[in-house]
Antibody, heavy 117, light 114 residues
Framework: QVQLVESGGGVVQPGRSLRLSCAASGFSFSTYGMYWVRQTPGKGLEWVAV????????NYPDSVKGRFTISRDNSKSMLYLQMNSLRAEDTAVYYC??????????WGQGTHVTVSS | QSALTQPPSASGSPGQSVTISCTGT?????????VSWYQQHPDKAPKLIIYEVNNRPSGVPDRFSGSKSGNTASLTVSGLQAEDEADYYC??????????????FGGGTKLTVL
């Protein structure tokens, strides 16, 4: 069965960096686009990064552009999110999500990121 | 403030039907048949229950159905059961011209089974 397992969350000071990882299994990882989606009590759900199935392209909303970088290693079925210059408003639960038929068909369990001094 | 508007709460008794609305614009909900719905129980990840407006993934009960009219999409839960009590979120493709709207979410609706 499809499994997405995130790791790397934690508490970090403003301005510092954090790298999230997502281990995928149970499907052909290299044939799916992948997203990172975050959830906060205040702003709800928000996509923060997308990467094409082959890693040839990636996109970000303005809220994280220039600070976050998504990448993948298809040989290891791994997805990553490098988060730099973190701000308090980046505090959220971050989900690794598979993209299928323009919907998010599988979600990981989420990893908590808290940005606080 | 979310891009798509959902009522913050909805409720119904067991066996009844409840409909949750999701209002966007002609640039998202009204412009594409790419509306999806997600169910989220407390401390769990969201789960896809409807995609492409009215399609159910395998394993999702047919008590869940979706529709769309103009800029408003709707999720109907028929024959309410206790386990349907959860938060429900809609999401729409918003086109690639403005990447901020590539995917837009609703603010969520808390469904209570009375």
């Amino acid at each position: 069965q499809v499994q997405l397992v995130e790791s790397g969350g934690g508490v970090v000071q403003p301005g510092r960096s954090l790298r999230l990882s997502c281990a995928a299994s149970g499907f052909s990882f290299s044939t799916y686009g992948m997203y990172w989606v975050r959830q906060t009590p205040g702003k709800g759900l928000e996509w923060v990064a997308v990467i094409w199935y082959d890693g040839s392209n990636d996109n970000y909303p303005d809220s994280v552009k220039g600070r976050f970088t998504i990448s993948r290693d298809n040989s290891k079925s791994m997805l990553y999110l490098q988060m730099n210059s973190l701000r308090a408003e980046d505090t959220a639960v971050y989900y690794c999500v598979r993209d299928k038929d323009v919907s998010f068909d599988y979600w990981g369990q989420g990893t908590h990121v808290t940005v606080s001094s | 403030q979310s891009a798509l508007t959902q009522p913050p709460s909805a409720s119904g008794s067991p066996g009844q039907s409840v409909t949750i609305s999701c209002t966007g614009t002609s640039s998202d909900v009204g412009g594409y048949n790419y509306v999806s719905w997600y169910q989220q129980h407390p401390d769990k990840a969201p789960k896809l229950i409807i995609y492409e407006v009215n399609n159910r993934p395998s394993g999702v009960p047919d008590r869940f159905s979706g529709s769309k009219s103009g800029n408003t999409a709707s999720l109907t839960v028929s024959g309410l059961q206790a386990e349907d009590e959860a938060d429900y979120y809609c999401c729409s493709y918003g086109g690639s011209n403005n990447l901020n709207n590539l995917r837009v979410f609703g603010g969520g609706t808390k469904l209570t089974v009375l």
